[in-house]
């Protein structure tokens, strides 16, 4: 019952997270600034951004339910916290400040802080469910170069 309740609490959080940031990117992706940028050529079609962070998101509330389950401390919630900030955070340093350099170095902290759970919480009990940041981990990878790509050629 406890697994239950943990991950309706972490989707409720996660999704909440994606709420807060797609609201205050504004018109994100639509917006003239975003539409008149030098974008990567493997910048994937609008609607991909979705489908991977509605993935991402239902996967990392899985991991983080058993994390939560088998250890539980300070420190984790503190490194949580880190990551949903900084996630909820890029999408207001982008796209509403447009803070290019600085939502890169965002970007890129919050794939350290997934990398750091992915290789830090790995035991014995969750060896296997470290496995579900791997979507998290692969997409942060894209959006990092995507950025990046942004950054070097604007």
Known sequence: MKKIYLLIL????????????SYLMNDGPTSVWYTSLNQAPWTPPGW??????TLIMICFSIYLTYLFTYRTSK???????????????WNYIFFNQNLVNIALFTIIALTLVIL???????????????????????????????????????
Do not use: H, Q, R
């Open 48 to 53: 991909v951004f979705g489908v991977a962070w």
């Open 116 to 154: 750091y759970f992915f290789i830090s919480f790995g035991d014995e009990k969750l060896s296997k469910m470290k496995y579900l940041l791997l979507p998290y981990i692969i997409w942060l990878c894209i959006a990092t170069s995507l950025n990046g790509y942004i950054a070097f050629n604007n």
């Open 10 to 21: 972490f989707l409720v959080i996660n999704f909440g997270g994606l709420a807060i940031g």
């Open 75 to 89: 420190f984790i919630i503190i490194i949580y916290s880190i990551a949903l900030f900084l996630n909820v955070s």
